[in-house]
């Protein structure tokens, strides 16, 4: 029996019922299914039609070819503004085509048009304040999370935890070794170009040194825990948002703020200072071994300008800087992963925006506490 809808406006509700062989095979003698969805789409335009039922009492076999069809039927329905019942689809049927009618359309298969500068400025203007309480919404889940923590009821898993530590910390020792010790260099031999003016090339270890541990090694960790760690967190989670694990986490009654976001944010927020921290060694070795080696400095000597223009003080304030970088980094992570779409480009442009959205972060932070503590005098 070859496939075929029965449509009938019952009352202001329409029923589809669907009969017959509904699958690849059935339809290859040139019964083709747009044609019966078309009859379905003209008659959602009847006047006074405010809901669309579908059944199949008439079923004889059917494959994906069914859903998929009753699926452009029901998004059609839905984008008319009238109710949907797949109540009386056999079983299985109505499940799966309720999952399906959740999952927005993948952004690849919309019809994307050419917008012109203005348009696409006001379009961006308009979309800010939703943003805002997007991200606003996000905090507050963050913040609960961690109320939920230190009450002793997050649902998370301690190894996800010290995997976080392990990938934030000690798997980034060689890229943070190298930029750090590259950098010493460079501020020790572009100082030493002026200093060398005035005879005073010893006072290239207090500025490298200076300049490491208030701000330099802060910023430059960072920047690359940004470009490697928070793009990894937008990359994982926005990989599970595809694969809808988040969406299984959910129906466990696990908190995906709880077992996702909250091990990430408490490892990047403790990882980050102690990462300055061996930044700020390598600094100083890199402006070490150009003080020594080119510009032939005491080791002694060099040394003992460092530490005398030291202080503690300088080297808590980057600290600071550290832990707030490990927590803005985190937060773009994870939020672009959390609200990242169901395909690949949609990933894509997560990890995207996670990067860019830290630098943008750690740069405007940096700004910020530089002028308090300037104000303060410190």
Request: charge should be negative; glycine fraction near 12%.
């Amino acid at each position: 029996m070859q496939a075929s809808f029965d449509i009938r406006n019952e009352r202001g509700t329409l029923s589809i019922s669907a009969s017959g062989c509904w699958e690849r095979g059935g339809l290859s003698s040139g019964v083709s299914a747009g044609p019966l969805m078309d009859a379905a789409f003209k008659a959602m335009e009847e006047p006074g039609v405010a809901a669309v039922s579908f059944s199949a009492p008439a079923l004889e076999s059917w494959d994906s070819l069914l859903l998929a069809a009753l699926n452009a039927i029901a998004r059609e329905a839905v984008k008319r503004g009238l109710a949907v019942h797949a109540g009386s689809l056999p079983e299985g049927m109505g499940p799966m085509l309720d999952m399906a009618l959740a999952i927005p359309p993948s952004d690849q298969a919309r019809t994307q048009r050419d917008e012109g500068f203005f348009e696409g400025v006001g379009g961006k203007v308009l979309a800010l304040p939703g943003v805002i309480r997007d991200v606003l919404e996000f905090l507050g889940e963050v913040t609960q999370s961690m109320a939920r923590f230190f009450s002793g009821r997050a649902s998370f898993s301690r190894r996800d935890l010290w995997n976080v530590f392990r990938e934030c910390g000690v798997d980034a020792l060689p890229i943070v070794t190298l930029t750090s010790l590259l950098l010493g260099l460079i501020l020790a031999f572009v100082s030493s170009m002026q200093l060398k003016l005035f005879g005073a090339e010893v006072y290239v270890a207090s500025l490298v040194g200076v300049s490491m541990v208030r701000v330099m090694a802060p910023v430059l960790t960072g920047i690359v825990l940004a470009g490697r760690t928070g793009a990894s967190f937008a990359a994982v989670i926005g990989s599970m948002q595809v694969n809808e694990e988040v969406d299984a986490l959910t129906g466990f009654g696990i908190s995906p703020m709880d077992f996702l976001v909250l091990p990430r944010v408490l490892g990047l927020a403790i990882m980050t200072p102690l990462l300055t921290i061996y930044s700020n060694i390598a600094g100083i070795t890199g402006g070490f071994l150009v003080g020594v080696l080119m510009l032939g400095i005491t080791p002694a000597a060099y040394l003992a300008n460092t530490l005398s223009f030291m202080t503690m003080g300088y080297v808590w304030i980057g600290l600071l800087h550290a832990f707030v970088f490990g927590i803005l980094i985190a937060l773009c992570g994870c939020y672009q992963g959390m609200r990242s779409g169901r395909n690949a480009s949609a990933v894509g442009r997560a990890t995207t925006s996670a990067v860019v959205n830290s630098i943008v972060g750690i740069i405007i932070a940096t700004s910020i506490i530089t002028i308090i503590f300037t104000v303060v005098d410190l």
